[in-house]
């Protein structure tokens, strides 16, 4: 019910000390589940629902996923509505940099830019809340060695706005210019 129930479904079945003590099988919590949710607006009600009764935002999946990755990795977005979430899951202690090596997920931010089947312009709601955070790395090394910053100047032709926030963003934020990176 969980990742493909309507609101009303859920929370007919829906007890509050799920939020904290419900796994799935696979050792996904609720959080996790709601958040995989087919409905971008079911997700996030559902999402909030559970965050107020206590969830885990900090919580990883079995394979080290966040609630992040988790929501980022959807097929469907209603970027204006998600960005919010995003942004109380990494208040909520989901960590924006971290890596998941498993299926090559890498960093929530890596996991968000690697949909193509999106253009560039419509994650820029999601872009705000990366580029708002204080404790955003870009430089560190994720997937096979290369940091992010160095696999989203390959991907120029797709994702420009978001190289040009990176780069603003390390030499505004961090203090280091992007040709050091």
């Not at 989901?94 to 997920?105: G, I, L, P, R, Y």
Request: charge should be negative; charged fraction near 25%.
């Amino acid at each position: 019910m969980a990742r493909s129930g309507s609101v009303d479904d859920f929370l007919a079945l829906y007890e509050p000390s799920m939020a904290t003590g419900w796994t799935d099988s696979s050792g996904r919590s609720l959080l996790h589940c709601v958040l995989a949710n087919k409905d971008p607006a079911a997700r996030v009600a559902l999402a909030n629902r559970v965050l107020d009764d206590g969830a885990d935002a900090s919580a990883l999946t079995e394979e080290g996923r966040t609630a992040a990755h988790v929501l980022l990795a959807q097929k469907r977005h209603d970027p204006p509505a998600e960005a919010p979430l995003l942004e109380r899951l990494f208040d909520g202690g989901a960590d924006v940099n971290h890596v998941v090596k498993a299926e090559q997920a890498g960093t929530p931010l890596y996991a968000l830019a690697e949909q193509f089947q999106f253009p560039d312009e419509f994650f820029a709601p999601y872009y705000d809340v990366f580029f708002a955070r204080p404790d955003l790395d870009l430089t560190k090394g994720t997937l096979h060695g290369q940091c992010d910053m160095w696999i989203f100047r390959g991907w120029w032709d797709r994702r420009s706005d978001l190289v040009r926030r990176a780069e603003d963003y390390l030499m505004t934020v961090v203090g280091i210019h992007p040709r050091d990176v």
